[in-house]
């Protein structure tokens, strides 16, 4: 089939480069020069494995292509993408950019197009699209919500193997086109209203953030009672009706979805004459974690950290992308800073987009230099690269052996058999 994909962002990125790579043709729009200009040349503008080697293959497949023009890329196609930002404001859901988009789709749309909402939107959205469109174009379109589920650092995988495809449409046949469209990818398939399709999307994210909270929660408790989390999580999970993943205690969420799909379903509920208490409380509690985990930090510290030089390991808000949304380390470091400590900060890839937002600390990508003649080593995104540390040669190198792991990845007996003084979340 003939793709459009608007916006060439995380999710519009993948979303193309996946079906150019299932033999799809698929153009890209964004209204962004420099970045399509980066885009034809195969740079990906964020990191995410797998994802540049992918683009580039498929640049020179003829199958994907990349254009800051909206002509004549919708009229060409049979199916358009809208996966542009929505960002909250004072949480809301700013719904600006997909509405502008809509503007220029509907004036290049042809007959008989489907648009498909991937972006994440509140529900009732379709209905205010598909007035602007009709006011806008004489042509006949069908409108779809078909939400993304992705993970970063695991985008690509997940997108060619997801658990469930969401097709929201009231039209017979366009869910038809679309589970046409979706046939070389595996997974469940269910069909429901837009409004519905939207509304799972945000449910999805309020829960697992919820019990993120939850978990963290308990980590607390468990710190006070002299429980271990870790065993409590194990118990847990063993129950089918909760589930292992997300029972992971440490920082809590950030990113790019959790936090404002939170704040804008409290928004909906709010509009809706619901007060949700339970997702309120979810916040508070994702808030609290880093003051717990900075003043538990202090408190291993000796209580004073002024002019102490502290190393901290992990700046994105998750491993496996260079994205610094709602990172953890933000405000870990703010923190810090505040009570007059040196601040080093290393991370394998987010650096170049750390450097935007943090200032006033030195930026590292080898964890050993960033170690020397440390202080305190605070563990803040579990990457792959920091569970297999050598401590032997970091014993060596730092001028006092205090480990605070933030994410539960180290060893507490092995580590204070090599004389460190070690700190965990609820445990």
């Not at 890209?28 to 994802?51: C, N, T």
Request: hydrophobic share 40%.
């Amino acid at each position: 089939m003939n793709l459009a994909v608007v916006g060439g962002g995380y999710v519009g990125l993948v979303t193309a480069a996946v079906f150019a790579q299932l033999g799809h043709r698929v153009i890209v729009v964004d209204i962004d020069k420099e970045k399509i200009f980066k885009l034809k040349r195969g740079e990906v503008p964020f990191y995410e494995p797998g994802l540049n080697d992918l683009v580039k293959k498929e640049l020179l497949s003829n199958r994907l292509f990349f254009t800051d023009a909206y002509s004549p890329a919708i009229s060409s196609a049979e199916i358009v993408f809208i996966c542009v930002g929505t960002p909250t404001i004072k949480g809301r859901a700013d719904l600006s950019f997909l509405f502008e988009a809509v503007r220029q789709i509907a004036t290049e749309i042809k007959d008989e197009t489907i648009v498909v909402i991937k972006s994440t939107v509140p529900p009732g959205t379709n209905e205010k699209v598909e007035k602007l469109m009709k006011r806008l174009t004489k042509s006949k379109f069908y409108l779809a919500s078909v939400p993304e589920f992705l993970r970063e650092g695991k985008a690509i995988y997940e997108a060619l193997h997801p658990q469930r495809i969401i097709i929201g449409s009231r039209e017979p046949k366009v869910a038809r086109k679309l589970r046409e469209l979706y046939k070389g990818i595996p997974g469940k398939r269910f069909e429901c209203s837009p409004e519905s399709a939207q509304l799972i999307k945000y449910a999805s994210n309020a829960f697992l953030a919820t019990k993120i909270s939850f978990i963290n929660s308990i980590s607390i408790l468990c710190d006070a009672l002299g429980a271990n989390v870790d065993e409590v999580i194990n118990g847990l999970g063993m129950d089918k009706r909760i589930g292992r993943e997300y029972l992971n205690a440490g920082l809590g969420y950030g990113g790019s979805c959790f936090p404002k799909d939170v704040a804008a379903l409290i928004d909906i509920s709010k509009k809706n004459n619901y007060n949700f208490q339970i997702l309120k409380s979810t916040v508070k509690t994702n808030e609290f974690q880093i003051n717990y985990f900075v003043n538990k930090a202090i408190g291993l510290l000796g209580g004073d950290i002024k002019g102490k030089v502290l190393t901290i390991l992990g700046l994105s808000f998750k491993p496996g992308t260079s994205d610094m949304r709602e990172a953890r380390s933000i405000y870990i470091i703010k923190m810090l800073k505040e009570k007059g400590a040196i601040i080093r900060a290393c991370d394998p890839a987010a650096v170049p987009e750390a450097k935007k937002i943090i200032k006033g600390v030195d930026f590292f990508i080898n964890p050993y230099e960033a170690l020397a003649g440390a202080e305190g080593l605070l563990l803040v995104t579990e990457w792959d690269e920091y569970k297999s540390l050598d401590f032997n040669k970091i014993k060596q190198i730092m001028k006092k052996l205090v480990v605070i792991d933030g994410r539960n990845i180290y060893s507490r007996k092995q580590l204070e058999n090599l004389g460190f003084i070690y700190g965990g979340i609820g445990r």
